[in-house]
């Protein structure tokens, strides 16, 4: 199968800058997401990164190194409805979707 | 009703039970999907459809059987489970299959199942 590696949990300040990580090693590579999933409810899509490089979107940016099976998540100026679960998922070759488990952000006053 | 509609939000059931997952999208999308979510672990992928027909079967054991009367609806059939089984399972929706485009995928709240 294919091997998605991101933290478990991170903590954070509200207002602060948090760095999520995502390596990822596939047979093939067809695009990157990350979704969003707080408590009991549905994962939701932030972004998709099919280039190298930065992809922005408002306080969430999301970058991609191909070369390095790599990306990252960035949340800018935290806010305390940020504290979720976000998960990174790949598209190989074959155009699998596999997940990573996910890693939970918590964000304190 | 807009989105993803999975019910029932919560689900404990004997090992002997049979019951059944639901899942209504009413986004015109024409792929669904299962997904197994347990605790600290990825989302696990179990059953695909596109256009009604299922393309994928993630080596699922029989003891959960899908079902896709049309492009708006999708059952999960459950018999005989195993307390292992028990976790939130996840229905999503895209427009086309996983191989066309950015293809996002839309998710229900899910269905937390306890099996006893």
């Known amino acids: 199968g294919q091997n998605i590696d991101q933290p478990t949990e991170m903590t954070a300040t509200e207002g602060a800058i948090v760095q999520i990580n995502c390596t990822y090693q596939?047979?093939?590579?067809?695009?990157l997401f990350w979704y969003q999933q707080h408590a009991g409810e549905a994962p939701t899509f932030l972004s998709y990164?099919?280039?190298?490089g930065l992809e922005e979107k408002g306080r969430f940016s999301s970058f991609l190194s191909r070369s390095k099976g790599y990306s990252y998540l960035l949340l800018k100026e935290l806010q305390m409805k940020d504290s979720a679960s976000y998960l990174c998922?790949?598209?190989?070759?074959?155009?699998?979707?596999?997940f990573g488990a996910g890693t939970t952000v918590t964000v304190r006053a | 009703e807009t989105g993803v509609t999975q019910t029932p939000r919560h689900l404990v059931m004997g090992m002997t039970n049979k019951k059944s997952l639901k899942c209504e999208q009413h986004?015109?999308?024409?792929?669904m999907y299962w997904y197994k979510q347990s605790a600290k672990k990825p989302l696990e992928l179990m059953f695909v459809y596109n256009f009604k027909e299922q393309t994928e079967n993630n080596s699922v054991p029989s003891r959960f059987s899908p079902e896709c009367p049309n492009s708006s609806h999708l059952f999960l059939h459950l018999h005989t489970l195993q307390p292992e089984d028990s976790a939130l399972y996840l229905c999503?929706?895209?427009?086309?299959?996983?191989?066309?485009?950015?293809?996002?995928?839309?998710f229900g709240a899910g269905s937390r199942l306890t099996v006893l």
């Open positions: 990164n099919v280039l190298d």
């Open positions: 596939t047979s093939g590579f067809n695009g």
């Open positions: 986004l015109g999308h024409n792929a």
């Open positions: 998922a790949v598209r190989d070759g074959d155009y699998k979707l596999s």
């Open positions: 999503a929706s895209s427009q086309g299959n996983l191989d066309s485009g950015a293809n996002v995928l839309t």
